[in-house]
T-cell receptor
Framework: GESVGLHLPTLSVQEGDNSIINCAYS??????FIWYKQESGKGPQFIID?????DKRQGQRVTVLLNKTVKHLSLQIAATQPGDSAVYFC???????????FGRGTSLIVHP | DAGITQSPRHKVTETGTPVTLRCHQT?????MYWYRQDPGHGLRLIHY???????DKGEVSDGYSVSRSKTEDFLLTLESATSSQTSVYFC????????FGDGTRLSIL
């Protein structure tokens, strides 16, 4: 989820667990969604994307689920590793726009 | 990453001074963007460009100007820096999905 304060929501997991990070998007006209990973001191890194004509898309150890009915997006990371520790945030695009709207992110902490 | 270089990576300057940040890409993408990232906020768009000499404002453009004289370079200028412009600045290229540089950490004292 998203936070209105200075502190990001945090998800703490044990190494090897599956992680689920959630994102509520705002615009029902959005038709393209992206998940990014941002490590400390680095720029956001593209993980996976999904278009609104799909409900699910899988990558390497990651799955994105899209529920258009409730405007909800989730990122599932299988067998979470310490290197997955980062801030994850979603972005939404309205059809034809080149300007995405970014969420504030969730901090994932993976304990060895 | 994705052929994007931001310079400088870190800068400390004083209020009232001009500052220019540079973004250089080797991907020949038409679209380039400047964002700022602050605690409590998502990435906020400052300006973007859709071609050489073609630029437009984002949601937080006040106090910033940009120039794109070549496809590969997109410059962000703070004409007279203020403390509220202390932030981390990211350049991005492409459209869907965007790819980001590693940022410039700018402190204005």
């Amino acid at each position: 989820g998203e936070s209105v304060g200075l502190h990001l929501p945090t998800l703490s997991v044990q190494e090897g667990d599956n992680s689920i990070i959630n994102c509520a998007y705002s615009n029902s006209a959005s038709d393209y969604f992206i998940w990014y990973k941002q490590e400390s001191g680095k720029g956001p890194q593209f993980i996976i994307d999904i278009r609104s004509n799909m409900d699910k898309r899988q990558g390497q150890r990651v799955t994105v689920l899209l529920n258009k009915t409730v405007k909800h997006l989730s990122l599932q990371i299988a067998a979470t590793q310490p290197g997955d520790s980062a801030v994850y945030f979603c972005a939404e695009n309205i059809g034809g726009s080149y300007i995405p709207t970014f969420g504030r992110g969730t901090s994932l902490i993976v304990h060895p | 990453d994705a052929g994007i270089t931001q310079s400088p990576r870190h800068k400390v300057t004083e209020t009232g001074t001009p500052v220019t940040l540079r973004c250089h890409q080797t991907e020949n993408h038409r679209y380039m963007y400047w964002y700022r990232q602050d605690p409590g906020h998502g990435l906020r768009l400052i300006h973007y460009s859709y071609g050489v000499k073609d630029t437009d404002k984002g949601e937080v453009s006040d106090g910033y100007s940009v120039s794109r004289s070549k496809t590969e370079d997109f410059l962000l200028t703070l004409e007279s820096a203020t403390s509220s412009q202390t932030s981390v600045y990211f350049c991005a290229i492409s459209d869907q999905p965007q790819h980001f540089g590693d940022g410039t950490r700018l402190s204005i004292l």
